[in-house]
């Protein structure tokens, strides 16, 4: 289990929209299944990003194999809509509830 986080820089939600979906069609072409898709939708961020103050945060909930999530971050890095991204394997899975 991994979890994977991206900023997309500030668009039309159309746009962010299909970023999104671009990411989440990679993973389950490549053998992953999304086990839960997070928006925490528009944010500031702490500091500026490629002249970008603001970001739309996305956290995906992955069951992958390395091979794939390789290919993920590989196709993030060149991605020119990304601010940022990180993936981290997950210990405990997907969390029950949202806790604030």
């Not at 990411?23 to 490549?30: E, G, H, S, V, Y």
């Amino acid at each position: 289990m991994y979890e994977v986080i991206f900023i997309v820089k500030p668009m039309e939600e159309e746009a962010t929209n299909a970023v999104i979906e671009k990411f989440t069609k990679l993973i389950q072409a490549n053998g992953g299944t999304i086990e839960k898709e997070d928006r925490w939708g528009k944010k500031r961020l702490a500091y500026e990003i490629n002249d970008h103050s603001e970001g739309y945060y996305v956290l995906l909930y992955v069951n992958a194999e390395p091979a794939c999530v390789a290919e993920c971050d590989r196709v993030m890095k060149i991605t020119d809509d990304l601010l940022k991204h990180m993936i981290v394997r997950a210990e405990n899975g997907v969390p029950e509830t949202d806790k604030e």
